[in-house]
């Protein structure tokens, strides 16, 4: 009896999971077909657009002319499909696109990928024809079972689409959507795009096939299955589960990177090491005697050494640059860009539906991405603004972008001086057309700086003629001041004295010279110097610094400089050393012409500022 009603709880059992199964798949189909129409009727709306240059949507509610469009629609693809094969009508946007595969030569398109890239656009316009005959059918109110027998039919077919024809369709939409909204006004501009997009297209295509080869040859992937495994694991910290992570995302490890892995994963049970990398490491664990309960330490980490080499090995040149999975559990995730596990709050959300959804990337991340695709931005612009007329280069001292930071613009129209940096967040082409519009130049930051000093300019004679030195009292400057411009107001008196202080200090401590180029000195620019802290903690320190000590005595001035240590740099190396982003990613944003110049010249600058030594105790004037 007992075995009875325990088989009768179990058969049960198993009905209402077979329940619950029918009803998820249930729900998957009515989801994905909700999101077939909702892509549908996006399409359906985009194109009442094109062809009426009417809104479809107005105050969240179909208009009145969209709806009597549809109706047309409907009838048309009604009379249409009565036949699928009727509604496969090659668009105008297809038959240009095989004639461009059919028309290109041996070298843009192999002769493989051309004619699978055709199969793939018949197969996008059957896959269409399908979509439309489903959303046809699912439009009427009640289905009968004969119907919805079809649409099962059609949807298995539908399911036959690989996943790289799936990319390459992607692809297909967009060229549709190009095609379309050029054909009328911009027939060049279609034209234009063939090479570029032929390119793109069979390169895509190759790139595809070559991955999914290589997804079939490695059965097991070590590193895939340890990452997947390690959000199971409790005894690892975060914080080795991190290091463990980015070591994963390498090619080939180093040594270094080997060692290191080990060292984690040598401290857990073999046992749970077999829960982390798999099959293939059992069967690894096979060959070696256990004296105790488990494996010593010693032999565990001979173990792992011996199994990764193995398989490191084995797996080398087998492209494993696959999409691989991210890590993440209740409180933290895997940044997609630097792979780094991160807690929840240092990645930001947008809000969809009501819900919170955490971007991939890291905070951090996404700042750096931000800073690329601004200074990405800010090339463009140089390199375009006027039809490239001013060749991205500094109008005066023909700095180019290899000091990338360092480019500013410059209006000549001094109202216009207030818009001091355009916005490079957005479209280019808009920036530069404002830029071009307020007729701004180029300038580098040194001779935008010197530009703007006005008394400088006006007294540059009287600055470098002076010859008093670092003993002068703020007195004897004034006089001289006084002495030389008897007429000038009060303000000019006081900048050309501050200019003369600071031609005086730097002199004095850095041999008049910037310290990271030693181009740039108090001869033939002295506005553009300014003073860099060498001790990092607080990068803006500095320049608070310099304002308030400029009012001290120059004595004064020297002794806090040292103290604080301090150097000057001309404004073009200042930039370039706080520009951090750049100096990390330039090889994303300039050409490859400018990496190794723009090495050296961090290299340099660097090196200058490292190695610069003030004088000697003994050369510094007595202080009283
Ligand atoms: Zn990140
Ligand atoms: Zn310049
Ligand atoms: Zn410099
Ligand atoms: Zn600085």
């Known amino acids: 009896k007992v075995n009875e009603v325990i088989e009768q709880e179990s058969q ?83 038959l240009l696109l095989e004639k461009w595969i059919n028309e290109a030569n041996e070298n843009e398109i192999s002769k493989e990928i051309k004619e699978e890239l055709l199969n793939i656009i018949r197969k996008y316009r059957k896959s269409k024809a399908i979509y439309w005959r489903i959303i046809q059918i699912l439009k009427r109110k009640n289905l009968p079972i004969k119907e919805t027998e079809e649409i099962e039919g059609l ?11 799936v990319e390459i369709f992607k692809n297909l939409r967009a060229f549709r959507a190009f095609y379309n909204d050029n054909i009328r006004w911009y027939k060049k501009s279609i034209t234009a795009e063939r090479q570029k997009f032929m390119k793109h297209l069979s390169q895509k295509l190759s790139y595809l096939k070559k991955i999914k080869k290589t997804q079939k040859v490695i059965k097991e992937n070590w590193k895939e299955i340890l990452k997947e495994n390690l959000y199971k694991n409790i005894t690892l910290s975060l914080k ?17 990177e080997k060692k290191e892995l080990i060292s984690i994963l040598s401290k857990l049970p073999t046992e749970y090491l077999i829960s982390l990398l798999g099959n293939d490491f059992k069967k690894h664990t096979q060959n070696y005697i256990k ?35 991210l890590y993440s559990d209740e409180e933290s995730k895997e940044c997609g860009r630097c792979h780094q596990i991160k807690p929840y709050n240092e990645y930001g959300a947008r809000i969809m539906g009501g819900k919170k959804i955490l971007f991939s ?49 410059h209006h000549k129209d001094p109202k216009l001086k207030g818009v001091k940096s355009f916005s490079l967040y957005r479209n280019w082409e808009k920036t530069k057309k404002q830029i071009e519009k307020e ?63 600071k031609q005086i200090v730097i002199n004095y401590l850095y041999g008049g010279k910037c310290v990271g180029c030693r181009d740039i000195s108090t001869k033939n620019n002295l506005p553009a110097l300014q003073f ?36 000057t740099l001309c404004g073009n190396c200042h930039k370039m050393e706080q520009s951090t982003h750049f100096k990390n990613y330039y090889e994303k944003i300039v050409r490859p012409e400018y990496w190794n110049l723009i090495k050296k010249d961090y290299e340099r600058i660097e090196k200058n500022i490292e190695n610069f030594k003030f004088k000697s105790e003994s050369n510094i004037p007595t202080l009283n």
């Open 361 to 409: 990337r890291c905070k951090k991340c996404r700042i750096d991405i931000k800073q690329i695709y601004q200074y990405n931005n800010k090339v463009k612009i140089l390199r375009n603004v006027y039809n490239g007329k001013l060749k991205g280069k500094c109008q005066i001292c023909s700095t180019d972008v290899k000091r990338l930071p360092s480019l500013e613009f």
């Open 291 to 325: 004296w105790g309960w488990d494996f010593d330490q010693g032999v565990k980490r001979l173990m792992l050494n011996k199994f990764i080499s193995l398989k490191e090995n084995v797996e080398i040149n087998k492209n494993p640059k696959t999409r691989q999975k």
């Open 240 to 256: 080795e589960k991190s290091i463990i992570n980015q070591i994963l995302q390498k090619e080939k490890l180093t040594e270094v």
């Open 155 to 165: 949807l298995k077919k539908l399911e036959k689409i690989t996943g790289v024809q």
């Open 532 to 567: 860099h802290h060498r001790d990092k903690e607080n990068p803006y320190k500095m320049s608070k610094t310099y304002v308030n000590l400029r009012n001290l005595e120059t004595k004064e001035i020297i002794k806090k400089l040292k103290q604080e240590n301090c150097i």
């Open 12 to 94: 049960t059992q198993s009905q209402l999971q077979q329940n619950i199964k029918a009803k998820k798949q249930e729900k998957l189909k009515t989801k994905q077909k909700v999101e077939l129409i909702s892509s549908k009727l996006l399409e359906l709306q985009e194109k009442y657009r094109q062809e009426t240059g009417k809104r479809p949507i107005y105050n969240k509610k179909e208009t009145k002319g969209f709806k009597e469009w549809l109706e047309k629609q409907k009838i048309l693809t009604l009379k249409k499909s009565e036949n699928i094969r009727k509604s496969e009508i090659k668009e105008e946007w297809e």
């Open 439 to 501: 007729k701004a130049t180029i300038l580098c930051v040194n001779c935008h700086t010197k530009q703007r000093s006005k008394h400088y300019n006006n007294y540059e004679k009287i600055i470098k003629e002076c010859k008093l030195d670092s003993l002068s009292s703020n007195n004897q400057i004034f006089q001289y001041v006084n002495n030389k411009l008897p007429n000038a107001d009060y303000e000019a008196r006081r900048q050309v004295t501050r200019n003369i202080k």
